[in-house]
T-cell receptor, first 117, second 117 residues
């Protein structure tokens, strides 16, 4: 089956620093990946759509300068949280659809727990 | 606007009892429907999906769901639950509206299923 990995699985950083989270499709190519964040005991909220070779598109209310997305290859998308603050602490999850499939059928990574102190 | 409502935030049941987790959605276009399970501190695992065809879909771990277009529902069922089914379950809808919404999923608020011995 399609496998999506994320690295790191958890990270603790100090306020004001930047953190990079990687999302990889291990056994398939993904021209598009989606980034979500999930607060404790809440649902997933789509942050942005990452497109290989072009700029990411962000959902309303998401600061593009704070959450930098780079889709450098067909198997890798990165999310960089710049100048992180405690309110950015959350669970970040990426997903990717299989090319040629129903585009809505997505495979999710295991998530990255970010804690900003 | 599209929305997904999971009618129960928590569902406690005893082991080997049947369970139904309810999901309703609103959309003005055709939809694709999914149920995901999330174990603590993990990503989402696909349980089952409705893309087209038969409205009764079967998934992994003995779960099934029925797409009811007239009632805009996609309830998840299992005839006999196990302790290992304890987790949070998310209903998700992909709205086939094309354009910038292509591929995006809207998630419900989640239902925590707790199976007691």
């Amino acid at each position: 089956g399609a496998v999506v990995s994320q690295h790191p699985s958890w990270v603790i950083c100090k306020s004001g620093t930047s953190v990079k989270i990687e999302c990889r499709s291990l056994d398939f190519q993904a021209t598009t990946m989606f980034w979500y964040r999930q607060f404790p005991k809440q649902s997933l909220m789509l942050m942005a759509t990452s497109n290989e070779g072009s700029k990411a598109t962000y959902e309303q209310g998401v600061e593009k300068d704070k959450f930098l997305i780079n889709h450098a290859s067909l198997t890798l998308s990165t999310l960089t949280v710049t100048s992180a603050h405690p309110e950015d602490s959350s669970f970040y999850i990426c997903s990717a659809p299989l090319a040629g499939s129903y585009f809505y059928e997505q495979y999710f990574g295991p998530g990255t727990r970010l804690t900003v102190t | 606007a599209q929305s997904v409502t999971q009618l129960d935030s928590q569902v406690p049941v005893f082991e080997e009892a049947p369970v139904e987790l309810r999901c309703n959605y609103s959309s003005s276009v055709s939809v694709y429907l999914f149920w995901y399970v999330q174990y603590p501190n993990q990503g989402l695992q696909l349980l089952l999906k409705y893309l087209s065809g038969s409205t009764l879909v079967k998934g992994i771990n003995g779960f099934e769901a029925e797409f009811n277009k007239s009632q805009t529902s996609f309830h998840l069922r299992k005839p006999s639950v196990h302790i290992s089914d304890t987790a949070e379950y998310f209903c998700a809808v992909g709205h086939n509206a094309g354009g910038t919404s292509y591929g995006k999923l809207t998630f419900g608020q989640g239902t925590i299923l707790t199976v007691h011995p």
